[in-house]
């Protein structure tokens, strides 16, 4: 009975006010997590006003029906590995993501789960999107995860290198380690076939140029 008396009379020690105040801090920045997450709107082909009305849209790449022959000869061409240079549209790269037979239903990763790939050519970078799925505290958070960027050349070849990602409205990119961790984490997916990863092998530049995504093969 003292004891109580005195811990009613002292208050909590240093240990449970750090505990506590730890405990609300993370409990505070999961639930924004999940807030900005699921909060990005998506926006198909909006004008530019409307654009800049919500800081962090998800804006779709252009989907509209293309000549079907023509984006299959630019498929062939670089499966191939034939030299030249090939100007692909984002409503081409679309048709070919939506022609691409979706990956076989195999876990990769337990924490991550993502769905077809959509792309969209703006302010002279490359966006590539994907409805997104992590598993969290035994619960699930979804949201659309994008990446813009450009294309730089390392020793294993031109590499997509993401300036800024967003989950929903969540900034990745100004988190480095953990935008890091998470695109690798994205990486493992089976999102692109084995084909093409081998044809991307070939290709010795790879750039926008306008409102094209250009790639050289020599």
Known sequence: MEKYLQRALIGP???EILFGAAASLLV???IAFVWLASSGESLHNPSTEGAR???VPFVAGETTVVNRRQWESKLQ???EGQSGQLAISESELNAWSEANPPAAQVP???FIKTGRLNFRIVDGMLQVATPTTLRLFGGTVTGQLQSRGAFIATEAGQRFEPRETYFGSLALHRFPNVHRWLLA????QPLVPEDVLGGWSRVSRA???G?????TIP
């Open 28 to 30: 505070g920045i999961f």
């Open 211 to 215: 409102q094209f995504f250009t790639v």
């Open 207 to 209: 750039s926008i140029e």
């Open 53 to 55: 009305i919500n800081p």
């Open 77 to 79: 061409a670089f499966l």
């Open 108 to 110: 990769v990763d337990s």
């Open 13 to 15: 020690g240093i240990f």
């Open 185 to 188: 984490r994205v990486s493992r």
